[in-house]
């Protein structure tokens, strides 16, 4: 079992555009988190994801969406990007009724010029 | 509001002192703290939960409630443990339970 996989590793947008990060969680857990990590910052919870739908979502503006797919892999997408958006976006995936153990993918670092 | 704070961002000892790095915590309910490591070029992983009472690596960690804190404690640091850590609070709704992280310290055990 790889874990968490993130895709891609890295991704340089420009202001204004559009991005979409991937997520595919460890074998066997169901919902999945996402968080943004400014530099120098702790993880920052995005939204939460579980039998497809947003069951928690943190204080982040609509732009941020998600998408969760039947076989439990998600999608984070960011429209209208800013400089702001520039961070690491984490995967954290966790077994039904677990949530409290989250296991966390490598990231996606976002650089938006 | 929700809070965690990680007051030091960097603690450097030497092998075989103590270490202790410091976490409080604001929450209005009953919280549900947690550590999390990340040793270099490794992905974040979960140290320690507060439910569990475990030692884990040597590492320790007493909730105190009316402190508000989350102390994680080791009585010989060694090399290897030099990481960045992470305390975390878990808030609980509708069952699912997101986490609120502070801003990390990072340990530098040197030889």
């Known amino acids: 079992d790889a874990g968490v996989t993130q895709s891609p590793t890295h991704l340089i947008k420009t202001r204004g555009q559009q991005v979409t990060l991937r997520c595919s969680p460890k074998?066997?857990?169901?919902?999945v988190s996402w968080y943004q990590q400014a530099l120098g910052q702790g993880p920052q919870f995005i939204f939460q994801y579980y039998e497809e739908e947003e069951r928690q979502r943190g204080n982040f503006p609509d732009r941020f969406s998600g998408h969760q797919f039947p076989n439990y892999s998600s999608e984070l997408n960011v429209n209208a990007l800013l400089l702001g958006d520039s961070a690491l976006y984490l995967c954290?995936?966790?077994?039904?009724?677990?949530?409290?153990?989250?296991?966390f993918g490598p990231g996606t670092r976002l650089t938006v010029t | 509001a929700q809070r965690v704070t990680q007051p030091e961002k960097l603690l450097s000892v030497f092998k075989g002192a103590p270490v202790e790095l410091k976490c409080n915590y604001s929450?209005?309910?009953?919280?549900?703290l947690f550590w999390y490591v990340q040793y270099s070029r490794q992905r974040l992983q979960l140290l320690l939960r507060h439910i569990s009472r475990e030692s884990i690596k040597g590492f320790t960690a007493d909730l105190n409630k009316g402190e508000t804190s989350f102390h994680l404690k080791k009585p010989f640091a060694q090399e290897e443990d030099s990481a960045m850590y992470y305390c975390a609070l878990s808030q609980m709704n509708t069952g699912f339970q997101k986490l609120v992280f502070g801003t990390g310290t990072r340990l530098l055990v040197s030889p």
């Open positions: 074998s066997g857990h169901d919902t």
């Open positions: 954290a995936s966790s077994p039904t009724g677990q949530s409290y153990e989250q296991y």
């Open positions: 929450y209005s309910g009953s919280p549900e």
